[in-house]
């Protein structure tokens, strides 16, 4: 068995660059609370995304074997129609979704649409990484992109039991302070006026 030739590599990187146009967009157009994904998964999402695209692809220019793919795609003609249809895989269920789910959903960072919607004087429950409860009302609350922090204001630590009853609140001082590596979930407890 003889190793793949350069012209074999650059043949399979412009297979899966269609795929992975169309995975990308697909994932900016869902309304997911997932964005990033590691670069094993872009790979295997960029090869599942490539098998439709190819087989649509050998569908519009007639070619049915894998060496012919290798040898036609280099026309640019045929990555042109390799461009069109890895652009329209992935903007098709886009816009198929985006018009389903129109004012549904709301993409982004939940942190954004939490603090958008909350504001200081709410009463909230921390749940913490380390496995905490805390709740309390909302001294002060900042988002922007390097950074996200809560103050809460007269925090009670929320002790529950194994049916998850509270069995008592124990107080923590004035304030406490929180950054977003800390916080696993908020809860409001009080609609925000």
Same mark, same amino acid.
């Given at each position: 068995? %003889? $190793?793949?030739?350069? !012209?074999? *590599?650059?043949?399979?990187?412009? @297979? /899966?660059?269609?795929?992975?146009?169309?995975?990308? =967009?697909?994932?900016?157009?869902?309304?997911?609370?997932?964005?990033?994904?590691?670069?094993?998964?872009?790979?295997?999402? %960029? $090869?599942?995304?490539? !098998?439709? *695209?190819?087989?649509?692809?050998? @569908? /519009?220019?007639?070619?049915?074997?894998?060496?012919? =793919?290798?040898?036609?795609?280099?026309?640019?003609?045929?990555?042109?129609?390799?461009?069109?249809?890895?652009?329209?895989?992935? $903007?098709?269920?886009? !816009?198929?979704?985006?018009?389903?789910?129109?004012?549904?959903?709301?993409?982004?960072?939940?942190?954004?649409?939490?603090?958008?919607?909350?504001?200081?004087?709410?009463?909230?429950?921390?749940?913490?990484?380390?496995?905490?409860?805390?709740?309390?009302?909302?001294?002060?609350?900042?988002?922007?992109?390097?950074?996200?922090?809560?103050?809460?204001?007269?925090?009670?630590?929320?002790?529950?039991?194994?049916?998850?009853?509270?069995?008592?609140?124990?107080?923590?001082?004035?304030?406490?302070?929180?950054?977003?590596?800390?916080?696993?979930?908020?809860?409001?407890?009080?609609?925000?006026?």
């Amino acid at each position: 068995m %003889s $190793l793949p030739s350069l !012209l074999d *590599i650059v043949t399979v990187v412009i @297979l /899966v660059v269609p795929g992975f146009l169309s995975f990308v =967009i697909l994932k900016w157009s869902f309304p997911t609370r997932r964005k990033k994904f590691s670069d094993f998964e872009l790979t295997i999402y %960029s $090869l599942l995304f490539m !098998l439709p *695209i190819i087989m649509c692809y050998s @569908l /519009v220019t007639g070619i049915r074997d894998i060496d012919s =793919i290798r040898d036609s795609v280099f026309q640019p003609g045929n990555l042109l129609i390799l461009l069109g249809l890895s652009l329209g895989c992935g $903007l098709v269920p886009s !816009l198929i979704t985006k018009a389903w789910t129109w004012g549904k959903y709301r993409t982004g960072e939940c942190w954004d649409v939490f603090w958008d919607a909350l504001r200081p004087g709410g009463y909230v429950l921390v749940f913490t990484e380390d496995g905490h409860e805390y709740k309390g009302w909302i001294q002060y609350s900042d988002s922007s992109e390097d950074k996200t922090e809560l103050i809460l204001g007269d925090p009670k630590l929320v002790i529950r039991n194994a049916n998850h009853k509270v069995q008592k609140e124990i107080a923590m001082g004035e304030a406490l302070f929180f950054t977003q590596k800390d916080i696993r979930r908020v809860v409001s407890l009080k609609p925000v006026e």
